[in-house]
């Protein structure tokens, strides 16, 4: 790391401080790994990197705020890639998507740990308790990214774009994009994480023959329609839901229910963004007449 560090910016006598504050992006942590080793800081036992918005101020820590730097960023960014590898860079992305707390920590204390010991590998070694905590965090969120995949429900609205709403664990829309952009190409659609406020937007128009469009980032989405999606549901979506929910509930065998297992395979908190599950129980217009 020692190529990154220019000079020592700090003045005789400054306290130097035990929190460095990093503005909440990936880039935004990467500067602040670089403000650490620039002002020789890594050796602090009892420094923290915390993203600001997570930020508890404190009577007796000295905290400094680090503004993301690109240069900064890319300069840390190469030196990992270098001492990491892929998979390695993989772990320290997914950790930090996971949003976990103090996870600014964990990861440099990880990162410091290859810098010390550059012929190891690292990831590896799962006695190191930083090193351990970001491969469990990395499971969980690869766990998310799974789950995301495979139950976000699209509903098809009046403007011909399927649209789905999420609240995953974790930010993970970021990791999951790619998938449903190879999958859907022919279609406009929208994903919209609610816990963020931010989704990603296919437009199949900027498609080419042999490459889908890019994605696109959206942040501004109208609150009524966050809150109340059946608004702008298009007549074919609603026969839909209509008629899923009547195959939902006649194929369903009461001797058979195992809702425990029902709940180990399709977690509960997903079900509010199914159609089948917001069935009634005296849905008599969907029971089938015999």
């Known amino acids: 790391m020692s190529a990154l560090v220019q000079n020592d910016n700090y ?40 993203a600001q918005d997570c930020y508890i101020p404190s009577l007796i820590a000295q905290a400094t705020g680090v503004a993301t730097n690109e240069d900064h960023a890319e300069r840390v960014l190469v030196k990992l890639n270098s001492l990491l590898g892929r998979s390695g860079m993989r772990n320290i992305l997914w950790g930090f998507l996971s949003e976990k707390d103090d996870i600014g920590t964990t990861l440099f204390r990880v990162v410091k740990y290859a810098i010390d010991y550059p012929s190891r590998h690292i990831m590896q070694d799962l006695g190191h308790l930083d090193v351990l905590e970001l491969v469990q965090t990395v499971k969980s969120v690869g766990r998310e990214k799974h789950r995301m995949e495979a139950f976000v429900r ?59 469009a890019p994605l696109q980032t959206i942040t501004d989405l109208d609150d009524a329609v966050l809150r109340n999606p059946a608004s702008i549901h298009s007549p074919d979506e609603q026969r839909y839901q209509k008629f899923w929910q009547g195959y939902f509930t006649n194929v369903n065998i009461k001797e058979r229910k195992n809702p425990k297992l029902h709940r180990q395979y399709l977690p509960q908190r997903y079900w509010k963004y199914f159609s089948e599950k917001q069935v009634l129980p005296n849905a008599e217009h969907l029971q089938k007449r015999r």
């Open 11 to 50: 003045t005789i006598g400054q306290l130097a401080p035990s929190i460095v504050l990093y503005e909440p992006s990936f880039e935004g942590w990467l500067s602040a790994v670089f403000y650490v080793y620039a002002n020789r800081l890594q050796d602090n036992a009892s420094l923290k990197l915390t």
């Open 154 to 212: 699209f509903e098809h609205t009046n403007d011909d774009i399927y649209f789905a709403r999420v609240e995953p664990d974790f930010n993970v829309l970021p990791l999951i994009g790619e998938h449903f952009r190879q999958r859907y190409q022919d279609q406009h659609w929208a994903i919209y994480d609610l816990t963020r406020g931010y989704g990603i937007y296919y437009d199949k128009s900027n498609s080419t023959p042999t490459r889908p």
